[in-house]
């Protein structure tokens, strides 16, 4: 009996441990480019109706910023956040912020 609830707990958690260690990105971050259209204006509205903070504006010239969700709710949920950013006419791409690793 012992054995079938380790077995059980083991087969249940892995995934989650799994996930845990190998997520690729920086939970509520990601990088998005917008138009070379968009308007300082229009951008500090986005990036206020979306809760989010702007951590870096990478480039001035082309409008590259990494920005960190603030509200963590599940209305501001990252991968539902950067679907709504891509649907948006003002913004070129969207990215989360994935992590890079040098292998030596």
Do not use: C, G
């Amino acid at each position: 009996m012992k054995v079938t609830k380790l077995f059980l707990f083991i087969l249940v958690t892995y995934p989650i441990i799994l996930t845990a260690e190998t997520q690729n990105y920086v939970n509520n971050e990601f990088i998005v480019k917008f138009k070379s259209t968009a308007t300082s204006k229009t951008i500090n509205k986005i990036i206020k109706k979306y809760s989010l903070q702007i951590i870096e504006r990478v480039t001035t010239e082309n409008n590259l910023y990494h920005l960190k969700i603030i509200d963590k709710t599940k209305r501001h949920d990252l991968f539902d956040t950067i679907n709504k950013l891509k649907l948006n006419k003002d913004v070129e791409y969207v990215q989360p912020n994935y992590k890079y690793k040098i292998e030596q």
